[in-house]
C-alpha cells in the first residue's frame, strides 16, 4: 500500500509512492522523464529538488554538503 503520494511539479503528474519504490520508478511508471545512469546513488545524474517532505537514501554518495543545503536528493534511491 501507498504511504505517500509524490507530485512531480514540472509535468503537473501524482502517483502513489509505496516504501518500496524509489522516486526514479514511480516517475518512469507515469511517463515523467528523470535522468539517471548508475542506479545506485553514484552518479548523481538523477539530482532533483525535493520542493516538500522527506525521503530516506540508503546510498547518497552523489550528493555534496551544498547538493544536500540546497534541498537536493537522488531519485534513485529516494
Request: net charge negative; with cysteine.
Amino acid at each position: 500500500p501507498a504511504t505517500a503520494t509524490i507530485s512531480f511539479a514540472r509535468s503537473g503528474k501524482s502517483a502513489p509512492l509505496s516504501p518500496e519504490k524509489t522516486v526514479l520508478e514511480v516517475a518512469e511508471s507515469i511517463g515523467v522523464p528523470i535522468d539517471y545512469s548508475c542506479r545506485g546513488g553514484t552518479c548523481g545524474i538523477c539530482k532533483t529538488k525535493l520542493l516538500a517532505g522527506a525521503v530516506s537514501m540508503e546510498v547518497q554518495d552523489a550528493l555534496s554538503d551544498e547538493d544536500n543545503a540546497a534541498g537536493l536528493i537522488l531519485a534513485c534511491q529516494a
